[in-house]
């Protein structure tokens, strides 16, 4: 009967770490995307005004607050 409980806990085991594997690579591929975003974001809205370097500090410095 040992045996036969320690096979047991050993598939749940396996099925329990692989399921926190999977959720942490999609937890990190969820935040790489936002983080990517962000920077899209930021760089875009940074292209469209001629005084891109000031602009550029003045919005991560606003940014950086919120």
Same mark, same amino acid.
């Given at each position: ?10 598939? !749940?085991?396996?099925?329990? *770490? $692989?399921?926190?594997?999977? #959720? ?17 974001? !930021?760089?875009?809205?940074? *292209? $469209?005004?001629?005084?891109? #370097? ?13």
């Amino acid at each position: 009967m040992l045996e036969k409980n320690n096979s047991l806990v050993l598939e !749940i085991s396996a099925m329990v *770490n $692989e399921a926190k594997s999977n #959720l942490a690579k999609e937890i990190n591929k969820s935040i790489t995307y936002v983080y990517w975003n962000i920077g899209r974001i !930021i760089v875009k809205h940074e *292209n $469209e005004d001629n005084n891109r #370097l000031e602009y550029g500090k003045e919005v991560l410095k606003e940014l950086s607050k919120e």
